[in-house]
Every structure is written in C-alpha cells, then in structure tokens.
C-alpha cells in the first residue's frame, strides 16, 4: 500500500499586511521540507503530521511526503508559493497511490482563489479522480463545498487550544484505511450557521464551545464516524468565513443531517454567547495592577495583536499602557522586530542600547496605527531562538523564534523575535532564561493557545483591548464580503438561520 502525505497549512487573515510568500512556508529552510526529512521531523510529535504518519507507518505502508508546508497565519498567500506547494501535492498524487492524507488548515485565502484547499482538491481529482482522500482540518477553518464534494472525509479538531492535531489526523488516517478495506462507506454532509463567532469567545474551556465540541464527540459514540463543530476564522473576509459543521456517518445520510443540524441549531442558539465584549485597555491594565496585590503571577493577554491569528505581533499599544501605568517586573512576549534584534546585537550583551521598537509594519486595513515605543534600556541575553516545545499543543516540534533578543528596562525584560510565533509554550521565556511563574506579571501576545501552557502558572487572566489587524472588535475591519445578512455584524434577531 502507497499513501501521499502531505501539508499545506495556512489560516489566512486577509486584513493582515504580512507576506505569506514561499519563504514563511519553508520555516527557516532553503524551500519547505518533504521526504525523509520531514518524517524525522515530525515522527511522534503532536501535530496533524505525526499523527498521519503513525497510522500510515503501522499500516506497513510506502509513505510519499511530497512536501510539508505550513506557514504562521498572515495575510494572503503569494500565488508562486501557492503553485509550489500544490504542484508538489499534485505531482505525487498524479504518480499514483492506493490513498491521500492532508494536512490542511481549511483557511487559506490566496491572492487568486478564496477557498485554498477546494482549489487543491479540485487539482488533485484532475488526476487522481477516484483515490481515497482524508482531509484533516482546524476548528478555525472557514469550508467551502468543494472540500467536502471532493474529499472522502473531512474531520477537524475538537479542542481550542488545538491539544488534539496528532489525535484528529489519527482518527481521519485510519477511518480512511478502513474505507479502504471496505469495512467504512463514509457519507458527508455540512452546513453552515450565518454567524461569525469571536475568536476570544471560541475557547473549549468556555461555553458554548465546550458543549458543541463535547457533543460532537458524543454523537462519534451514537453512530457518526466523524463530527466536526468549525468554529471558522472571522479574520477572513471571504464569503464562507464562519462557523460549519460537517457529520460523517456510515452510509446514513438521514442520521448525518439530523446531526448537522443539530449542532448548527444549538450554535445558533447560543450566538449571544460567541459575542466578545471589549474593556477599554486603561481599565483592563489598572485592573492587571490590582489583582496583582494578591500575589502573581498576573497575565495581560495582548490579543489584538496575536501572531497565530494574523498580527504584526509588532503594536505597542499594550506595553506603552503597563509601562505608562507603572506596573514592575514584567516579562513581555513578545515583539517581531529584527531590526531592533539587529540593533541589540550590534551592541552586544550588558549594554545600553535605545531603541524604536514595534510599531513599523503598517496595517492599512485599520483606520488606527501602532507606531514605534521608544525605548532605554539594557541588552540582557542574545540567543538563536529555539527550543523544543513541550505542551499538549505541538510537543516535540523545534520552535523557531529566529535570532532573539531581550531587552530590560527598567524591571520589565521585554522578548524581541525575528520570526513570528505565539507565545503558548513557557518555553518561549525558559529557554532564555526568564522564569514566568518568579514574575508579577506577564504579557502575552496571544489569544486562547497561551491557556495550554501558561494557564496552570498564573494566578489571573486579564485581556487586554490594544490594537492590531486581529482585532476583537469587528467595528475596526471592513467586512466587504462576508456573505450577508451575518451575526453579529448584521444583529439578526430571528430565530430562524435561514
Ligand atoms: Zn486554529
């Protein structure tokens, strides 16, 4: 048995200014990695690739891996990067094999097509109409028909942060080798609510996220073969962007849509409770200062500005408030700034530098703009910037934060990256020597994915209003065409989705 197993992987957030050019999808490498090399990479760790490749390698199978692309999410994919990735996928599809695993997002927005993956679906059945295909996807994916007309499953994750990559490709990969065996006669069916659930409001600690995804996996008990709750990716400004659903049963279509459409009835009932509401950053910030009085540490979660949702991870909206209001000893993670790393560097450890940090990717999408913090202060560590992750998300992958820096002023140790990458990894301040649970507070730039390895170290959570393209307040972005009429954009009050 030959199987194709590959990635392309990219949550496109079309408001965001940062090029999504082939270079962001090779991390760091000469073109992004494929063969034996990305299986070593990826073997046993906790993501949609590891997961693929133990199912296909106790099958005993030949796994092709024609190429593993992902990339940090960011704003429209460059088309050249998009032929590369897909001409790749395409290529060894067209070879021939007896099946396919895909690693997609499910949100990729190209300079070209909206529906990144359909488009790829619909290249690989030009030459390989009938080959079984398994598509793993993230909650955040905004779908289309075609992945699922052209897929034979579809299955996404059932947890936000995303602890259960490897567990959800696992399921697809072997629920498509039984398909093969005959054993499985998957049939599909999605939909989708007209509702743009916030990404702050999505969390599966939280409801009513938790019980969509709990039922979810309860009706994978009560006879479905794969259940899928997409909360979608609101940062997309596609016609499809928002929350779908898609149900796998074994050749039951009735018990496929009565599921589906239970779950979008009950997302739409609960649409209130997707509705994030915004502090003003002067409060949230006071608020930071006094919690901390009961002992740290207390957490400022700067979440318009989340790299993993599309930021610049460069406005300074947040650490200009801690600063102003004077709050001490602080470790701050982080800012995407190489040419302030550049300038530290330069100077060299134990010494004096000022520097103009953030502030100077330019974000034409909002009316508002971040400009550079002016900063004094001391060059305290120069490290190559990786480390090993070790939390539920991810464990085992190399994180590469690029040449990193950081800089103390005052009592706050501020991280200065080279490469974009969100902070849910304590690693991220460990392995540059910043203990996170010694200090009164931190600042994360991060959304939900920092409550995997930072919410047993701190004490409070406070989030943080600042400014930046992934913005929870959908006031600031103009949605041109999002399908409409669309909650909460359009405040419908009916009951009825349709
Ligand atoms: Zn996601």
Not at 39 to 53: E, F, H, N
Not at 94 to 122: K, N, P, Q
Not at 337 to 363: F, H, R, S, W, Y
Not at 415 to 421: A, E, G, N, Q
Request: charged fraction near 25%.
């Amino acid at each position: 048995m030959h199987i194709v197993i590959a990635q392309m992987s990219h949550e496109t957030n079309t408001f965001s200014p940062v090029l999504t050019d082939l270079a962001r999808f090779a991390g760091g490498r000469d073109a992004p990695m494929s063969g034996d090399v990305a299986r070593d990479v990826y073997r046993g760790t906790a993501s949609c690739m590891g997961g693929y490749l133990k199912v296909a390698e106790e099958a005993g199978a030949d796994i092709s891996i024609p190429v593993v692309a992902g990339a940090p999410p960011s704003g429209p994919v460059e088309d050249d990067a998009y032929e590369y990735i897909t001409g790749k996928i395409v290529e060894a599809a067209g070879l021939g094999c007896d099946a396919i695993f895909l690693d997609l997002h499910g949100a990729m927005v190209t300079r070209s097509v909206d529906d990144g993956e359909g488009e790829l679906l619909r290249r690989i059945r030009a030459v390989a109409p009938r080959v079984p295909i398994a598509v793993a996807l993230d909650m955040h994916a905004n779908l289309y028909p075609d992945i699922v007309e052209l897929a034979t499953l579809v299955y996404g994750y059932h947890t936000y942060p995303h602890i259960d990559m490897d567990v959800t490709a696992e399921h697809a990969g072997r629920l498509l080798l039984r398909t093969l065996r005959g054993e499985a006669h998957p049939t599909m069916v999605w939909g989708n609510a007209p509702m743009l659930p916030h990404v702050m409001r999505q969390g599966t600690d939280d409801f009513p996220n938790d019980r969509l995804q709990a039922r979810a996996s309860e009706m994978e008990s009560q006879g479905a073969l794969a259940v899928s709750v997409f909360t979608g990716f609101p940062h997309a400004d596609i016609a499809n962007a928002g929350l779908s659903v898609v149900v796998v049963t074994d050749d039951d279509e009735a018990l496929a849509e009565r599921y589906r459409d239970e779950l979008l009835d009950f997302a739409w009932g609960e649409r209130e409770a997707f509705v994030y509401e915004v502090e003003p950053l002067e409060d949230s910030v006071a608020r930071a200062n006094t919690l901390a009085d009961a002992g740290g540490p207390v957490l400022l979660l700067d979440h318009y500005d989340n790299t993993a949702s599309g930021g610049t991870m460069d406005t300074t909206e947040v650490l200009a408030e801690i600063l102003r209001q004077g709050l001490e000893d602080v470790a701050v993670f982080g800012f995407f700034d190489p040419e302030a790393v550049a300038t530290m560097v330069a100077a060299g450890v134990g010494n004096e530098v000022c520097i103009a940090l953030g502030g100077k990717l330019e974000m034409p999408a909002l009316a508002r703009q971040s400009r550079p913090l002016e900063l004094a202060g001391r060059v305290k560590l120069i490290s190559e910037g990786r480390f090993r992750a070790t939390v539920p998300m991810s464990r085992g992958l190399t994180m590469n934060m690029g040449t990193t820096a950081v800089l103390s002023v005052g009592s706050v140790d501020i991280v200065v990256v080279s490469r974009h990458i969100e902070p849910f990894d304590p690693g991220c301040f460990r392995s540059l020597g910043i203990e996170p649970t010694e200090r009164r507070f931190l600042m994360l730039k991060s959304r939900i994915h920092y409550r995997t390895g930072f919410k047993p170290l701190v004490k409070e959570v406070v989030e943080c209003a600042g400014l930046g393209v992934c913005t929870s307040d959908y006031s600031e972005v103009t949605f041109e065409n999002v399908r409409r009429p669309i909650f909460p954009l359009d405040g419908i009050n009916s009951p009825e989705r349709f």
